[in-house]
């Protein structure tokens, strides 16, 4: 049974640029979570998808947008890149029922320069 | 006020030591709370859930709500060297129809041999 898979596994970028970041959900899950964690803290809700529309929204500007497909893998886009989006940017994937565990991804290390 | 708080750390036990772990919450309806496992530059990995009142037992892991003192913890018996790492408390609120994850800041555990 895999298990939630992201894209790339590091990411160099300039300011200014825009990037995409892919997630697929385990076998089974319907919704995708992104979050954002900067070095030495939690992780930051961005945002949720579920049936391919967007859910819930954290405090995050829209330059952060997504994208669900139909078969529940998710993109995040970032635009505009600012070199305090340098982190890692983690996928979970649950189910739409129950307690909501959610399950990360290895996640993506965007660095910005 | 954070709404998920948790002592930094570092904590450090010996090997054989029961480790404890403690995160308060802010929003009294809040419904369930994790626990991850983050090894460093690794993404979090879940470790057990809860949602009720009491004790939930899982191995060498216990977690315990008390919902009245807004008050979660992880017990870690037997403790290994293997179990240094960082420990995310995580809660769902209740606000709207929240399903994301509020995450504390983490705290270091390190297990001495």
């Known amino acids: 049974d895999a298990g939630v898979t992201q894209s790339p596994t590091h990411l160099i970028k300039t300011r200014g640029q825009q990037v995409t970041l892919r997630c697929s959900p385990k076998s089974g899950h319907d919704t995708v979570s992104w979050y954002q964690q900067a070095l030495g803290q939690g992780p930051q809700f961005i945002f949720q998808?579920?049936?391919?529309?967007?859910?819930q929204r954290g405090n995050f500007p829209d330059r952060f947008s997504g994208h669900q497909f139909p078969n529940y893998s998710s993109e995040l886009n970032v635009n505009a890149l600012l070199l305090g989006d340098s982190a890692l940017y983690l996928c979970?994937?649950?189910?739409?029922?129950?307690?909501?565990?959610?399950?990360f991804g290895p996640g993506t290390r965007l660095t910005v320069t | 006020q954070k709404e998920v708080e948790q002592n930094s750390g570092p904590l450090s036990v010996p090997e054989g030591a029961i480790a404890s772990l403690n995160c308060t919450y802010s929003d009294r309806g809040s419904q369930s709370f994790f626990w991850y496992r983050q090894y460093s530059g690794k993404s979090p990995e879940l470790i057990m859930f809860i949602y009720s009142n009491g004790d939930k037992e899982d191995g060498r892991f216990t977690a315990q709500l008390n919902k009245a003192s807004q008050y979660v913890s992880l017990l870690i018996r037997d403790s290994q060297p293997s179990d240094s790492a960082t420990y995310l408390c995580?809660?769902?609120?209740?606000?709207?129809?929240?399903?994301?994850?509020?995450f504390g800041s983490g705290t270091q555990l390190t297990v001495l041999p």
């Open positions: 995580a809660v769902r609120l209740s606000s709207g129809s929240a399903r994301q994850l509020t």
């Open positions: 979970a994937s649950s189910i739409n029922r129950g307690v909501y565990e959610q399950y």
């Open positions: 998808y579920y049936e391919e529309e967007e859910r």
